[in-house]
């Protein structure tokens, strides 16, 4: 079993990263005994699909190089790299261009929305985004790829990449991995439109909680979330067409380890006047400890260059092999 996850480091970690993946890595780390069976990493590649300076680059890779560690990862038994650090990455991704097919990365819905309208206008990177996202996985062997829902289509391609590649050549050079997708907080919603999901880039930094907000803005976000003003059904069945309300019993469910069920079962009957404040509370009592180690994290540069160093270290010596193997398949001479 090997486990491997990544994320974008353009600006702050939210509270749907943080349900949707993160908390099932340091779940999975925790729960796996051996040495560096768990590989998690920024994806800095894949963040030049969006523009940033240099310095805005290298804050946000350090930055979420602390939030990982603030949420739990600990770099002595998950490897936590940079992709930039460990150029296999780049390499593979290249050699898997030409087993994807053009075809397959038209269908990505997530191309299609982060291209917008614009699609002309859109960067090569952005299309060929999830070949290099399937040279990350495959690299490694990964066989559990814990992810939020909306990474699930990725997943699929990843693994048609890698059955094609293996069939053309004839070699059983890629393991097929599957998606670990949490069942409650698969797709945290923003809490101005519970249609749409929690997101960095939505414009209005009331739509998502951040690990950097502190306790008052986490309560007022809260607060402002959009409801409906009818009072929580028995069961969770009832929610259905109240996209907001169910949005909000899901964070909790998930904080409180419950089920939305049994979440619907203790409201039952009360309104959001009731079940906001009970929602701010756990919410601000699990980002506490969070971000006050994020903040003490990051100031310390080289600390964090250091950590991730050492993760680029052992991701290379990892990688070497299936790198190798996908050159010596193609008959590619080095
Ligand atoms: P990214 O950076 O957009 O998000 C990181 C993780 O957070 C999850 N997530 C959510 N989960 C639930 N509700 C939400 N509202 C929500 N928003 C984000 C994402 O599903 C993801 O698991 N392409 C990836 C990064 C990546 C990667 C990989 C992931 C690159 N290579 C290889 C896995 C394996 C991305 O952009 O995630």
Redesign the pocket.
């Known amino acids: 079993m090997r486990v491997?996850?990544?994320?974008?480091?353009?600006g702050n970690l939210?509270?749907?990263?943080?349900?949707?993946?993160?908390r099932n890595w340091v779940k999975m780390q925790d729960e796996m005994d051996a040495d560096s069976a768990c590989f998690f990493?920024l994806?800095d590649l894949?963040s030049i699909t969006v523009h940033e300076e240099r310095a805005t680059r290298m804050r946000n890779v350090r930055e979420m190089a602390a939030a990982l560690i603030a949420c739990g990862i600990d770099a002595d038994r998950s490897v936590l790299f940079n992709?930039a650090r460990v150029p296999a990455h780049a390499e593979l991704a290249w050699l898997l261009n030409g087993t994807a097919r053009i075809g397959w990365l038209n269908r990505m819905t997530?191309f299609k929305d982060k291209a917008g309208k614009n699609r002309e206008g859109a960067s090569i990177g952005l299309f060929v985004?999830?070949v290099?996202?399937?040279a990350?996985?495959l690299l490694y062997q990964?066989t559990h790829?814990?992810?939020?829902?909306?990474?699930?289509q990725?997943?699929e391609l990843?693994r048609d990449i890698a059955t094609k590649f293996n069939t053309d050549f004839g070699v059983e050079l890629f393991t097929l991995?599957d998606p670990y997708?949490?069942k409650e907080?698969?797709?945290?919603?923003?809490l101005r439109d519970g249609t749409a999901?929690?997101?960095?880039s939505d414009p209005s930094d009331m739509s998502?909680i951040n690990l950097t907000d502190d306790d008052d803005g986490i309560a007022q976000k809260v607060r402002k979330a959009k409801t409906d003003p009818e009072p929580l059904p028995e069961t969770a069945a009832a929610l259905e067409g109240r996209a907001e309300a169910l949005n909000l019993v899901g964070i909790y469910a998930t904080l409180t380890e419950q089920t939305p069920d049994a979440v619907c079962a203790s409201f039952a009957g009360k309104g959001f006047g009731a079940f906001k404040p009970a929602l701010a509370e756990v919410l601000v009592e699990t980002l506490r400890p969070i971000r006050q180690r994020f903040i003490a994290l990051k100031e310390d540069e080289a600390a964090l260059d250091a950590i991730l160093d050492k993760g680029a270290e052992k991701a290379r010596a990892v990688a070497a092999p299936t790198l190798d193997g996908a050159y010596e398949a193609l008959g590619l001479m080095r």
Do not use: C, W
């Open positions: 491997l996850s990544g994320i974008q480091p353009t939210h509270l749907g990263n943080y349900l949707g993946a993160i990493f994806a894949h992709q997530q985004y999830p290099l996202q399937a990350d996985i990964a790829v814990p992810v939020g829902e909306d990474q699930k990725h997943l990843t991995p997708i949490p907080s698969a797709r945290i919603m923003s999901k929690m997101s960095k998502r």
